[in-house]
Structure formats: C-alpha cells, structure tokens
C-alpha cells in the first residue's frame, strides 16, 4: 500500500512540476516579441462580424500591418475559417481589411477553413510550401506565443517567431488573462501530450 501511494505521490508531483513548467513558458512567452524578418507574417483568426473584424481581430491585424510596414516581410497570410450561419470568414474579413489598409492584394494569402490554431497552421504550412515559405512571424495574443511556436516547431518550418499585438487597447482585465493562461496551459499540455503519442 505504501508503494502505490508513494507512485501516487511521485506522479501527482510530477503533473504539478509539468503544469508548473507549462504556465512558466506560456507566461515567459507572452512578454517575447520577436520582432524578426520572415517568409511570411501570419495573422490568428478570431471572430469576426458580419465582415467587420472584432476588437481581437482588428488588434492582430493592426500589428500585422504595422510589422508589414516594417518591411519584415513581403507577404501577409490570414487564417479562420466561419461559424455556422456567417456570411464571411475570418480569413476574408481579415484580407479585406489589410486591403482597406494599404496592402497590395497580391502580398496577401488566407487560408479560410481552419476552425482552431492547429488546423489554421496546418493550412498555413501547405500554403507556404506551394510558396516556397520556411519561415513565419505570427501575430495573435500574447498567451498564445509559446502554443504557436510548438505547432509551427512540429509542422516543419524552419524558424517560426511571434511578435503579439498588445492587451492594453483591448482592456482585459487580470480574471480575464488569467482564464486565458489557464486555458492556454491546457491546450499546450494537451498538444505536447498528442503530438508525442501520435508523431
């Protein structure tokens, strides 16, 4: 009996060591912003109504003009696919708006069926190898660095940075951040674990 609680007590602390270790990088993360040039600049879906960008979307795309503007890449990939009953994707809305904004259409790509981050960069690596694109800089919230950079490390480019828009125009508050680093603590175990059992 002893032995089993002990094996209890030794997993019990090595998930809680794991988590620990998640919620650092993922917090470590958030503060890092590769302001690095690359293939391409990858823009995160998020909602979007009836072809406006919602706040989140709208500050994602803003950062993503701001680094094309900076010349750190030639090329812009938008990414969302759209719920049940939208009339546009996240993907579309986002191309548009960049165009609204001075991006020349043809230095924009989307990828407009993803329904979550992985099947968004899925798309994204297929896209970018039809293009010749090894290495991306990607633009979402800055919770979601350390998960992207998994995803884009286990898709095969060859360097993948974040450089995330900022918190501070969207005015979340410290509840709010903190469900999202649980959440993200969740879906990067949750990949890791998947990625190591099926890769």
Same mark, same amino acid.
């Given at each position: 009996?002893?032995?089993?609680?002990? +094996?209890?007590?030794?997993?019990?602390?090595?998930?809680?060591?794991?988590?620990?270790? +998640?919620?650092?990088?993922?917090?470590?993360?958030?503060?890092?912003?590769?302001?690095?040039?690359?293939? =391409?600049?990858? !823009?995160?879906? %998020? %909602?979007?109504?009836?072809?406006?960008?919602?706040?989140?979307?709208?500050?994602?795309? %803003?950062?993503?003009?701001?680094?094309?503007?900076?010349?750190?890449?030639?090329?812009?990939?938008? &990414?969302?696919?759209?719920?049940?009953?939208?009339?546009?994707?996240?993907?579309?809305?986002?191309?548009?708006?960049?165009? *609204?904004?001075? !991006?020349?259409?043809?230095?924009?790509? /989307?990828?407009? &069926?993803?329904? $979550? &981050?992985? *099947?968004?960069? &899925? $798309?994204?690596? =297929?896209?970018?190898?039809?293009?010749?694109?090894?290495?991306?800089?990607?633009?979402?919230?800055?919770?979601? /660095?350390?998960?992207?950079?998994?995803? %884009?490390?286990?898709?095969?480019?060859?360097?993948?940075?974040? /450089?995330?828009?900022?918190?501070?125009? +969207?005015?979340?508050?410290? +509840?709010?951040?903190?469900?999202?680093?649980?959440?993200? !603590?969740?879906?990067?175990?949750?990949?890791?674990?998947?990625?190591?059992?099926?890769?």
């Amino acid at each position: 009996m002893k032995i089993v609680f002990r +094996l209890f007590a030794l997993v019990l602390a090595g998930a809680i060591a794991y988590v620990i270790y +998640l919620a650092v990088l993922v917090w470590r993360d958030s503060h890092l912003d590769q302001y690095h040039p690359a293939g =391409a600049i990858v !823009v995160l879906g %998020a %909602a979007q109504y009836n072809g406006t960008p919602s706040p989140v979307l709208r500050a994602r795309l %803003a950062h993503a003009l701001y680094l094309y503007r900076q010349e750190l890449s030639r090329v812009v990939i938008t &990414t969302g696919g759209k719920q049940p009953g939208d009339r546009y994707t996240e993907a579309g809305t986002g191309a548009t708006w960049l165009e *609204q904004n001075g !991006v020349p259409a043809d230095a924009i790509l /989307s990828e407009n &069926t993803g329904r $979550n &981050t992985w *099947q968004s960069l &899925t $798309n994204v690596a =297929a896209i970018a190898r039809a293009h010749g694109i090894d290495t991306i800089l990607m633009v979402s919230d800055p919770l979601h /660095s350390a998960r992207l950079k998994a995803m %884009a490390s286990a898709l095969g480019f060859r360097a993948a940075y974040t /450089s995330p828009d900022s918190y501070l125009d +969207l005015h979340r508050s410290r +509840l709010t951040k903190l469900e999202e680093l649980v959440h993200e !603590v969740a879906a990067l175990a949750y990949f890791q674990v998947y990625e190591r059992w099926t890769g």
